[in-house]
């Protein structure tokens, strides 16, 4: 089964200026959803991005270092509920956490506030996960929802009340380009948004087309719920690489290197994870999957 792909749209005009501060705004967007950026999925993109209508089993192969490496399975897609959220979480760590390369560059360890944020969305019901026969979490899409904010809000400061110092500074840049992009600016017409927050699956079944069917998935809750817009940020490149695939297109960068507080570079990860990137996808042109 293939992901229907939608022509990059022509960038909006509008009346806000499009740089500021020394940042790229190619269009606006909402204030940046209050979780944590999308994980790295793999180097691999074309295997990551197979899908198939259909499921078959193989038998594990085991490595030369004596892991096992799925080359086929079988698998469903289901929607995350509340009490899957220690499950959810474990795979995160396994997983995702460890990968992410803001997580990575700052060494952020064990951080429960990065937990808390992960799984906030959940109660969005609107998050799916890839599960083998036996019930193991093969993958995962947490999904929000933004909903157009009252013109005389506040946008609520997340890094003033983190006390882990670490997830702080990731979160005070999150805060930044909240303050400097609003997507509902960009989609007036739109009052709620679909917040693709965390794509991660498991290393051992990359290459199955998981991500692709989560995707799918998701593409189906927004046909169904009537919602048009599918919002993304990446803070990895291989991340950004992998919704590109998927039809996404770009509405701003923050270079790391242009985010300074008090003159300072504050996240600085390794090449190429050089910058925060929001892309969107409008699904209003594609067909419902028949998964």
Avoid: W
């Avoid at 500074?169 to 960009?186: C, G, S």
């Avoid at 927004?222 to 996404?248: P, T, W």
């Amino acid at each position: 089964m293939e992901i229907h792909n939608l022509p990059e749209q022509a960038l909006l005009k509008s009346n806000r200026p499009f740089t500021k501060n020394g940042t790229i705004i190619l269009e606006a967007r909402y204030t940046i959803s209050d979780l944590y950026p999308i994980a790295r999925l793999t180097k691999k993109m074309d295997s990551a991005l197979k899908v198939s209508s259909t499921t078959t089993t193989t038998t594990p192969t085991t490595t030369t270092n004596g892991t096992q490496k799925i080359e086929d399975s079988s698998y469903t897609i289901e929607l995350i509920k509340p009490k899957d959220a220690e499950e959810v979480l474990t795979m995160l760590k396994k997983f995702f956490f460890k990968d992410e390369p803001l997580n990575t560059f700052l060494n952020l360890g064990e951080c429960k506030e990065l937990e808390e944020y992960s799984l906030k969305c959940i109660k969005d019901d609107c998050s799916f996960k890839a599960v083998d026969k036996n019930g193991k979490i093969l993958g995962v899409f947490l999904n929000g929802l933004l909903k157009r904010p009252a013109p005389d809000a506040v946008p609520e400061k997340s890094a003033e009340g983190c006390e882990h110092p670490k997830f702080r500074k990731i979160l005070a840049m999150m805060d930044y380009i909240e303050e400097e992009f609003n997507l509902f600016d960009l989609f007036p017409s739109v009052d709620v948004i679909l917040d693709g927050k965390i794509l991660s699956v498991d290393t051992n079944c990359r290459g199955l087309g998981i991500a692709g069917r989560l995707t799918e998935h998701t593409m189906n809750y927004m046909h169904e719920h009537n919602i048009k817009i599918f919002h993304v940020l990446c803070s990895s490149h291989y991340s950004a690489r992998v919704m590109e695939k998927l039809g996404f297109h770009d509405v701003y960068r923050l270079n790391y290197a242009d985010y300074k507080v008090n003159g300072q570079v504050v996240l600085a990860p390794a090449a190429p994870h050089v910058a925060a990137r929001i892309l969107v996808k409008d699904i209003s042109e594609t067909t419902k999957s028949t998964l």
